[in-house]
């Protein structure tokens, strides 16, 4: 009787920094047939009272040093009836009427719970918040098992039966996973439950709080870890130059995996530089998605190309989304996936119809990134809808911008995003992160760029920032992006070419 965009469940927010505790929380959340709502720990008051509410949470399991925010904003909602604190070695003391965490495990009940649960139950992950307020992707998890954690066989259809996964686990080699995001954004969640289904062990850095890439090195080499998740140049960067500094026994080590974000090139190259016998997944995908691109770089063959193999499911809608595209066709197309898809967004019904159309009868999530299927049968990514711009009447990818930009050796990070322009309408503005010194490298980067890109797509103004602001998820802050380059009409910048 529900509608897409409706939950029929109970949902519990998962208020945290890395842990052990995290995943157990996740766990015995869904065995309750509860719903697990991750919650980002960076929020500031006003965004934590929007989310909570959003989702009607009933219970909040938090870090113990999260106790005093959550202290001052209890009165604003009104759904919460039950907290459970994690003591994290901060010192805080329990809030009025919480629960200690290993108190409620030692007196939880050893008999299985009367519980019986169903496919058609959901899991959640809150996305977004760069370019809007976060949304809560709702699936029923048979689909979320299938399309976002491997659950199907090469022809896209769900493996259905339990066996299967105890077979795939009994034979699996004995390996490990590490997920450098927090598990606060989907990409920590999935690689653990990936790890998991297949007979594998989790590794949790020590440092839970912020990206600390020779801690990351150290725990690798110490756990003999084979597959090391990251989200984009967010996470490699620091990372690659980690590896210039000293030398780790990665020996171990085979997979590099992006998701969320794709590698640059040149970031590629110094990675299998420093670890020629790895290879480098790019899994290229979105929480509406989930990972059905991908494309493979390894030393032996180099860098791989911007042509991304899709699986089963994934496909290109036409540029008017009136159906499916044709191998070689013309203009841009729509990325979508079909089949194992969410259900839609918690309590918007417009998104959830314009994310998630009904073409001829099927459902598919297109979640707004603009590709072209090529003759080969491979995708080409181009970038996402909503960072493009549209500049003299030609539209501009952001993305595509930002790829040609990183080919420069002294680009640390780059954020590429517009201003209005009364020439052209809309004009590029690329943010730069350098490495050292903040020189005005504007006339180098014009050059290097120009390589890469049509004129027309090169930036009018470059602005060179201390830091690239992003999310802790490596996600670009748009939004920051947009107002420097904004204020950057205020302040008069000269812009060459203007």
């Known amino acids: 009787a529900l509608k897409n965009w409706e939950s029929g469940q109970d949902h519990v927010a998962i208020y945290m920094y890395n842990g052990n505790e995290y995943p157990e929380s996740i766990l015995g959340i869904l065995k309750a047939r509860a719903v697990?709502?991750?919650?980002?720990?960076?929020?500031?008051?006003?965004?934590?009272?929007?989310?909570?509410?959003?989702?009607?949470v009933k219970a909040i399991i938090y870090h113990a040093c999260f106790a005093a925010t959550l202290k001052k904003i209890l009165a604003e909602l009104p759904t919460v009836k039950v907290l459970i604190q994690v003591d994290d070695g901060s010192g805080e003391e329990l809030l009025p009427g919480a629960f200690d965490y290993e108190e409620v495990l030692k007196a939880a009940s050893t008999e299985k719970p009367a519980t019986n649960p169903s496919p058609d139950d959901l899991y959640m992950i809150y996305t977004g918040g760069t370019t809007g307020m976060p949304k809560g992707v709702l699936w029923k998890q048979s689909d979320f098992l299938a399309s976002m954690l491997?659950?199907?066989?090469?022809?896209?259809?769900?493996?259905?039966?339990?066996?299967?996964?105890?077979?795939?686990?009994?034979?699996?080699?004995?390996?490990?996973?590490?997920?450098?995001?927090?598990?606060?954004h989907g990409t920590g969640q999935l690689v653990s439950f990936v790890a998991w289904h297949n007979g594998n062990t989790v590794v949790l850095q020590d440092n839970v709080e912020r990206l600390d890439p020779a801690e990351l090195l150290r725990t690798a080499e110490r756990e003999k870890v084979k597959?090391?998740?990251?989200?984009?140049?967010?996470?490699?960067?620091?990372?690659?130059?980690?590896?210039?500094?000293?030398?780790?026994?990665?020996?171990?080590?085979?997979?590099?995996?992006?998701?969320?974000?794709?590698f640059s090139s040149r970031l590629k190259d110094e990675l299998l530089s420093h670890l020629p016998h790895i290879s480098i997944i790019d899994a290229f995908?979105?929480?509406?998605?989930?990972?059905?691109?991908?494309?493979?770089?390894?030393?032996?063959q180099g860098e791989a190309s911007a042509q991304f193999q899709m699986s089963a499911n994934g496909c290109v809608l036409k540029e008017d989304k009136s159906g499916l595209a044709e191998p070689g066709h013309e203009g841009l197309g729509w990325f979508a996936v079909q089949k194992t898809i969410p259900l839609g967004y918690l309590n918007d019904e417009k998104k959830t119809k314009e994310t998630f159309p009904t073409i001829d009868?099927?459902?598919?999530?297109?979640?707004?990134?603009?590709?072209?299927?090529?003759?080969?049968?491979?995708?080409?990514?181009?970038?996402?809808?909503?960072?493009?711009?549209?500049?003299?009447?030609?539209?501009?990818?952001?993305?595509?911008?930002?790829?040609?930009?990183?080919?420069?050796?002294?680009?640390?990070?780059?954020?590429?995003?517009?201003?209005?322009?009364?020439?052209?309408?809309?004009e590029v503005v690329a943010l730069v992160q350098l490495y050292g010194s903040q020189a005005d490298l504007t006339q180098d980067l014009k050059v290097e760029t120009a390589k890469h890109i049509a004129r027309y797509k090169l930036p009018k103004l470059y602005l060179f920032v201390d830091k690239v602001k992003r999310g802790e998820n490596g996600k670009t802050d748009y939004r920051w992006a947009k107002d420097l380059a904004l204020q950057s009409l205020m302040k008069e910048v000269p812009a060459y070419g203007s």
């Not at 998740?229 to 780790?248: E, N, T």
């Not at 995908?285 to 770089?297: K, L």
């Open 150 to 184: 491997g659950g199907r066989h090469e022809d896209g259809t769900p493996i259905t039966e339990i066996q299967e996964f105890a077979d795939k686990a009994i034979h699996s080699k004995t390996s490990s996973s590490l997920a450098a995001p927090p598990y606060m």
């Open 36 to 56: 697990p709502v991750n919650v980002n720990y960076r929020y500031v008051e006003e965004e934590l009272v929007h989310l909570l509410n959003d989702a009607s």
């Open 361 to 426: 009868g099927k459902r598919f999530t297109v979640p707004g990134d603009r590709v072209k299927l090529l003759k080969n049968g491979r995708m080409e990514f181009l970038g996402r809808d909503s960072a493009t711009i549209n500049s003299g009447g030609e539209k501009i990818f952001a993305e595509e911008v930002e790829q040609a930009i990183k080919h420069h050796p002294n680009v640390a990070d780059v954020v590429v995003t517009s201003r209005p322009s009364t020439r052209w309408g809309n």
């Open 285 to 300: 995908g979105s929480t509406e998605t989930g990972p059905h691109v991908h494309n493979i770089s390894t030393a032996a």
């Open 227 to 262: 597959t090391i998740a990251l989200v984009g140049d967010a996470f490699a960067r620091p990372i690659a130059q980690a590896l210039k500094q000293k030398s780790y026994d990665l020996s171990s080590l085979r997979l590099l995996v992006s998701s969320g974000a794709v």
